[in-house]
């Protein structure tokens, strides 16, 4: 049975439509969002539908297939909720001031949770994009990744950039989306691996990834931190990293800003790549991403590593942890007729040290946010 039939059968009437927003992989681009920096994500296949239909009494009532459990009712303009359903609800209460109403909303989703692949951004933007919708309220799709970067803020307490909601509503099919975050602006990169003869694995490392316990917001306040002291608005804007990392004297903070200061200089060697046509030297940008987020910004965890030394090992062209780390997935680029033998490589790597079996995700570059029905 489909979230359409769903509907009916939980909310007792048909929904008015169902709305669907992606996961994302970051291509490249790490830590660099908050920073005012420079990313790259696409859109994954995977993703969240939202079947949606309005209410006239001011009631948001939101239910998901795969947390179970029961309806969670609020009020639209605010009201108190814990776990997956804040996300609704905090996008619902962001979008009240523009005029929204109450509905009925039932979630549906394919992405794994926890693996990094923004999920809970997934959720918003779809959310968003139905409570818009039905209540004819016009809001830019930038404008929209901004208020959903709202909600997360003010609803679950996570300072997340804007990479993962723009990545949801602004991505094209065959295109990586090189987002500019201080200014907003972003333009389509082509990138269709396989049309290069190359595969770009997507591994769920089931090491549980979340943000809201502290590593991520305390890795953006060194930034800030860092910022300061070196007397910039942010640390997009460090053009001498040598005369930077000589006049900080917290090691911590050097290494900080040096991954982010290299980070957004291997965003832009990438972006190059990928327009001269390219794509399978990226493979070394990937992994000196990796080891910059490894060494210097310290985010990454053991099964990341274990991914991109064995993927290397195995031949393929190379890797990286891909999201906000601590858990989550990992991208690995491989020539295509190294893909199997790359594969094998990351399953024995994990094997051997007692892990559960990493889970391959298909990574094709896929359409942003739309109206399924
Ligand atoms: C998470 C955040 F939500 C993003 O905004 C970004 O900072 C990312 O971590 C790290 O690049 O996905």
């Known amino acids: 049975m489909n979230v359409r ?22 291509l490249i681009g790490e830590h660099t969002d908050y920073n005012d920096g ?46 997956w359903a804040t996300y609704p609800v905090g996008m619902a209460w962001v979008l009240h001031e523009y005029g929204i109403g109450g509905a009925s909303l039932l979630v549906d989703s394919d992405l794994p949770q926890g693996a990094g692949l923004s ?16 209540y004819g309220v016009e809001v830019e799709r930038p404008e929209l990744a901004r208020l959903a970067q709202r909600a997360e803020w003010d609803f679950a307490g996570v300072p997340s950039g804007l990479m993962d909601p723009s990545a949801s509503l602004l991505a094209t099919a065959g295109h990586a989306l ?97 327009r001269a046509g390219a794509a399978a030297e990226l493979g070394a940008l990937l992994t000196a991403s990796h080891l910059s987020l490894r060494d210097q910004f310290e985010v990454s965890w053991p099964q990341a590593d274990a991914v991109v030394d064995a993927a290397t090992r195995a031949g393929a062209r190379g890797g990286r942890m891909t999201g906000g780390g601590f858990g989550g997935s990992v991208i690995v680029l491989t020539a295509a007729d190294r893909a199997e033998r790359t594969r094998a490589a990351v399953e024995e ?21 739309r109206r399924l029905a």
């Open 119 to 134: 999920s809970s951004a997934a959720l918003l933007c779809a959310t968003g994009l139905a409570l818009c919708d039905l």
């Open 38 to 83: 420079l990313v790259l994500p696409f859109a994954l296949p995977m993703g969240v539908s939202v079947a949606a239909a309005r209410r006239d009494d001011g009631v948001l009532e939101v239910r998901s297939l795969q947390a179970g459990g029961e309806t969670v009712r609020v009020p639209v303009a605010g009201g108190s909720v814990s776990g």
């Open 349 to 369: 790597a994990f094997a051997a040290r007692g892990w559960a079996a990493p889970a391959f995700l298909a990574a094709t570059p896929s359409q942003g946010a």
């Open 5 to 26: 039939e769903r509907f009916a059968e939980v909310f007792g009437r048909p929904p008015e439509g169902v709305w669907r927003a992606p996961g994302r992989i970051n």
């Open 178 to 274: 090189m987002l500019d975050c201080r200014s907003g602006l972003s333009s389509r990169v082509p990138f269709a691996p396989e049309e290069a003869g190359l595969t770009l694995l997507a591994i769920d490392t089931r090491a549980g990834h979340t943000l809201a316990d502290g590593g991520y917001a305390r890795r953006r306040a060194e930034c800030e931190r860092a910022a300061g002291l070196l007397g910039v608005a942010a640390l997009r804007d460090v053009k001498d990293l040598a005369g930077a990392l000589g006049s900080l004297r917290d090691p911590v903070l050097r290494r900080r800003v040096q991954h982010v200061v290299t980070e957004n200089h291997r965003v832009e060697a990438a972006v190059g790549l990928l």
